[in-house]
């Protein structure tokens, strides 16, 4: 394990912001991990644990240790009639490991296509999209306890799982992941009901479904509506879907009958994010070096190497706008340092 100081993040981010962080490694074992993790502490610093950065907003210099995780490797552990189980590292790319699955024919993550990201990064987020969440493949979860300096496998009732969240994400530094362990089906339920896939298939001519077809649909309508991080700076959704009262909807839906929810149980309602931000004006709005994608409203994208604090100024008064309209509170889906 190599210690780099003063290391630029600008490349290792999906927003491009040029901070830097004090100390920088990369971590390609449970050594690693170990090593790391007790120099930061005999140090007294912070450290942060690092995927493909597609999901985080630097505004200022992390004033600790960034790890950068490159755990890699794809291992069938068991094979039944019916499943098959995958033990993948934390550093693999997600999409690359969705289309491995894809071409080998077993299914439960081809909905998950080319979302950016790391396959550790997938639990921490519980990724989803199109009527499917990490979660309903996830068997388990490796990680190092950076309390008791164990490694442990939480099975996935453990990882308390939610909409766009788990234990991960609400205790941050105490749970490295070094691997995740997948459940993948031999014989595949196709979830083509949601969003744009079904279209997409008609418009194909696959009248029968394949894994390979809902993952290009996929990929297709990701395509069209988000831009790609490599050409324009962006972490794709950065607000969360927020849930409301049903007292609040019915209120909304009378004066806005065109607004788009989902019934989540009798007493809440799931609004799109996306809606309330175009409905607030915000699509294709530009300010200095930061906008509202023209083609998705809950994409922010960094046009120039402005500040990241200009991109979190720019959320904030998205935020505000919403607050004031619908009397609803956005939530960031980007994690925000």
Same mark, same amino acid.
């Given at each position: 394990m190599e210690i780099s100081e003063n290391i630029s993040l600008q490349a290792l981010h999906s927003f491009g912001c040029n901070e830097k962080a004090n100390y920088f490694a990369k971590i390609d074992s449970i050594g690693a991990i170990e090593k790391s993790i007790q120099w930061a502490k005999e140090k007294n610093t912070p450290y942060l644990i690092l995927g493909s950065g597609s999901n985080i907003l630097f505004t200022k210099p992390f004033e600790g240790l960034v790890l950068k995780m490159e755990i890699m490797g794809?291992?069938?552990?068991?094979?039944?009639?019916?499943?098959?189980?995958?033990?993948?590292?934390?550093?693999?790319?997600?999409?690359?490991?969705?289309?491995?699955?894809?071409?080998?024919?077993?299914?439960?993550?081809?909905?998950?296509?080319?979302?950016?990201?790391?396959?550790?990064?997938?639990?921490?987020?519980?990724?989803?999209?199109?009527?499917?969440?990490?979660?309903?493949?996830?068997?388990? &979860?490796?990680? $190092?306890?950076? %309390?008791?300096?164990?490694?442990?496998?939480? @099975? !996935?009732?453990?990882?308390?799982?939610? +909409?766009?969240?788990?234990?991960?994400?609400?205790?941050?530094?105490?749970?490295?992941?070094?691997?995740?362990?997948?459940?993948?089906?031999?014989?595949?339920?196709?979830?083509?009901?949601?969003?744009?896939i079904k279209e997409v298939l008609h418009q194909k001519n696959n009248k029968q479904p394949s894994l390979e077809a809902i993952s290009n649909a996929v990929i297709q309508i990701r395509s069209e509506k988000l831009p790609d991080p490599k050409k324009i700076g962006n972490a794709g959704s950065f607000f969360k879907n927020p849930t409301i009262t049903k007292d609040l909807f019915e209120v909304l839906v009378a004066k806005y009958p065109k607004m788009i929810a989902y019934p989540i149980t009798d007493d809440t309602y799931k609004i799109a994010a996306g809606w309330l931000i175009e409905a607030c004006g915000w699509k294709g709005i530009q300010k200095g070096n &930061?906008?509202? $994608?023209?083609? %998705?409203?809950?994409?922010?994208?960094?046009? @120039? !190497?402005?500040?990241?604090?200009?991109? +979190?100024?720019?959320?904030e008064e998205?935020?505000?706008?919403?607050?004031t309209q619908f009397d609803i509170l956005l939530e960031r889906e980007v994690v925000i340092y």
């Open positions: 794809i291992k069938k552990l068991k094979e039944t009639a019916s499943e098959v189980f995958l033990e993948v590292g934390a550093g693999e790319n997600w999409h690359h490991f969705v289309i491995y699955c894809v071409q080998k024919g077993w299914g439960g993550v081809e909905n998950l296509s080319l979302i950016p990201g790391t396959v550790g990064a997938a639990p921490i987020q519980n990724i989803g999209a199109y009527g499917v969440e990490a979660k309903d493949s996830i068997e388990s &979860v490796s990680a $190092y306890d950076t %309390q008791t300096g164990q490694v442990i496998t939480l @099975n !996935n009732a453990d990882c308390k799982f939610g +909409y766009r969240t788990s234990l991960f994400k609400k205790d941050t530094n105490r749970y490295i992941i070094s691997s995740v362990l997948f459940v993948l089906q031999k014989q595949p339920i196709f979830r083509t009901e949601y969003g744009a &930061v906008g509202c $994608y023209e083609k %998705q409203s809950l994409v922010i994208v960094h046009y @120039n !190497n402005g500040p990241g604090m200009e991109i +979190y100024n720019f959320s998205i935020i505000q706008s919403v607050l």
